[in-house]
């Protein structure tokens, strides 16, 4: 089964406002990574969380993690008409598997 | 190059043909992986090479797909007899280490959009 999960599915913001998204998970994790996808191509990798960190922030991007409820938030600040894109969560499984478990991805537009 | 390339960027066949996708990662990152993304999906884990043996096949969704990785450096994903469901952007990816215990940073290619007719 899916391991992470984004909410909302879809997020319709004006330009300048702020944009929150979260992500769960089922299985404890070593860490957390979170990528933007433009027009269904390639992934870019926006951050990544440890699992004994709890915030981070890159520019204009914060990321929270909460172990003990298993989420996490990306906190996108005075957003741009750029920022239009898919965001998704990545985990890996605490041991072994090297593979990231992608969520179903928040699809963001920014209007003007 | 500097980032994870691949090869074709589009690709349509007809139902009943192989296919033969390419990643190139990026020059020294010793684990390479597959994923396959289905329209307005999220990505779906195929395979993970470390070098050239390939520990985690636990994603290729049948033996219809294989691949395989030559000199620690470019990948093949090869479909054979290729059906509808398979259509897909084929993404790859790559990292610096991928030691049991621990994921680094993946670094994604542009995809491969494969149609199947």
Sequence with gaps: SQQGEEDPQALSIQEGENATMNCSYKTSINN??????????GLVHLILIRSNEREKHSGRLRVTLDTSKKSSSLLITASRAADTASYFCATDALRGAQKLVFGQGTRLTINP | GAGVSQSPSNKVTEKGKDVELRCDPISGHTALYWYRQSLGQGLEFLIYFQGNSAPDKSGLPSDRFSAERT???????TIQRT????SAVYLCASSLAGVAGDTDTQYFGPGTRLTVL
Excluded: P
Excluded at chain 2, 71 to 77: A, R
Excluded at chain 2, 83 to 86: C, G, P
């Design chain 1, 32 to 41: 957390l990574q979170w990528y933007r996808q433009n027009s269904g191509r």
């Design chain 2, 71 to 77: 000199g620690g450096s470019v990948s093949t994903l």
């Design chain 2, 83 to 86: 059906q509808q469901e398979d």
